[in-house]
């Protein structure tokens, strides 16, 4: 006769649990203590408890399981896996409330806690919280963006920052004004929930989905059913560490899938490679691990996805990583150090045990991937797949928006598009679905509230993260450096090629600076007898078919020498590139020294 299995096993071993903690609420003896072991029992208002330890059942018990098995080895949890442990950040909504209504911040772990709910308080930058959103593909309607204005105006700052992750925050959000944003952009029909912590962070796609001319396919639909699919599975939200999810079809905008842990990329697979095995048609294809800010892209695992399995696929790969994944050092617990540790064949064998069933492994010989990406496409005005119908890139100062451009900009959406709006990962916005005979009102309009839909090469490229104006990790003001560069390489050149650089202000990346061709991590540089805002600077990263990571050149550069140096090496480039180079193809051919040299004078 065969023994239990582990399933069943799990169910007996919840069925005796529950019996006795039922037994025990009502004062009755245990019976899972009868043998020569004892167990004692509490129920109380934290829970019931087994000798002493939480007792969990369902979907938060892969998360805890996970953690005892590194007590169990001797291991002590990071302070984040123990802040987790002693109170679960999901259920906090009461007490959130109560601190708001108190007028109080957050003190200790219970910072950490607040992030999964979306609220961060950023002391010492600012005496506020920030509150990052959930806006699966980046898309969200006219009338969203108008509430989110009204919003900020009433209970934060009065702008809104576009993140890279086609995302929205709110911030300069009083103590005392929590309550009114959770209830706000809930009644918005938007979520905050999950948006920051140990969480999967917003899932982007491919911002053009459905109007894109050449795309292989619509992403947004699944970015939105990945979303949808998070939320309404509890285990999603165990994880050691944060997780990034990006759908790419195949079109003019990247989405950046190979900087995210799972990354879905649209191929082709044509009738000459179809068989027995593989119907021709679009797949994706599934890469895992990318963390450019560790200096890795995601890798390609040769399995091959119809849109339809790769939610399923996606759950189990991240139970994998809960059950897994580090908990005691928070600097290797991202997916990419279990597949360091691990290798991608063992890793993938665990996929398929959480999926049940096999995953379809197909050799790159048998897929035809594209690459119709325009680095300009973000910005401007461009033709849709719909005949007659054009959207608008609007421009920003480095992803900020004011309340009244915002509301604007809806207004633009519902009389001129069809309502709808497109975040980019590139801290920008599109309006789509614009009748061609009315682009000239509507670009008259944007140039009226004071953004424009015209971008220079310089300035279409131009990324920075929140810098030391709003986050305590940032070692410089990122954005207001990013506008003074700009306009200084402006004025220098006229450039008939786009050059991207990012800013970030720390080692966290939220800038991706390695993937730029010029990319800034803030650093404090010793002047005299002050320490000043400088940057290591590292040059000629890239993405998708460009893909590198940016080598750094230059390191401790005061800010105020920074636009000279980064002139420097543009000038270079600009005189000695061959016909056609791109900036990362002219990098990539040059040594370290060679590059170094290029801005001499200016360091």
Known sequence: MNGFTEEQKQYLAGFTMGSDVARAVNGLPVVSGSGATTSAIRIGSGGASVDGQPLVAGP??????????????????????????????????????????????????????????????????QDAYMMRLRIPGGMLRGWQLTGLADLSDRSA????????RANLQLREIP??????????????????????????????????????????????????????????????????RKFNIAFDGGGRIASLDDTNDIGFRAVRVPESSAGPDLTPGVYFQLTLGGITGHCDFARDTGVLLTGDETMAVAGAIVRVFVKNGDRTDRKKARLKYLLDDWGFDKFLEEVEAEWGQKLRRISDDRVEAVDHEDRFAHVGVHPQRQVGKSYVGVVFPVGRMTSDQARVLAQLADRYGNGEIRLTVWQNLILPNIDDADLPAVLQQIRDCG??????????????????????????DTKANAMELAKFLESQFDLDVPINIHLTGCHHSCAQHYIGDVGLIACKVEKGDDMVDGYHIVIGG???????????????????????????????????????ESFDQFAARQTNDELKGMAVAAT
């Open 451 to 476: 953004l424009e839909w015209q971008a220079s090469s310089v300035r279409a490229g131009l990324v920075a993260c929140t810098g030391s104006a709003g986050c305590k990790f940032a070692g410089a």
């Open 157 to 164: 700052g009065g702008y809104l920052d576009i993140t890279t």
């Open 175 to 240: 103590a005392d004004q929590a309550r009114s944003v959770l209830y706000g952009v809930r009644e918005l029909d938007l979520v905050s929930l999950g948006s920051g912590g140990d969480n999967i962070r917003n899932c982007t796609a491919s911002c053009l989905s459905g109007i894109d001319p050449d795309e292989l396919v619509e992403t947004i639909p699944y970015a939105r059913r990945m979303h949808h699919y998070i939320l309404n599975h509890r285990e999603m939200y165990g994880l050691p």
């Open 542 to 580: 890239g993405w998708g078919s460009r893909q590198k990571i940016a080598r750094q050149i230059y390191e401790f550069v005061p800010f105020e020498n920074v636009p000279a140096v980064v002139a420097a090496v543009i000038a270079a480039y600009m005189e000695k590139r061959n016909e056609g």
């Open 60 to 125: 938060d018990q892969l998360a805890l399981e996970a953690q005892d098995r590194f007590t169990a080895a001797g291991q002590k949890l990071a302070k984040e896996e123990q802040a987790k442990r002693d109170k679960n950040p999901l259920d906090m909504w009461d007490e959130i409330i109560a601190r708001s209504d108190a007028g109080e911040f957050p003190k200790g772990t219970d910072v950490f806690l607040h992030k999964f709910h979306g609220m961060f308080y950023v002391t010492p930058a």
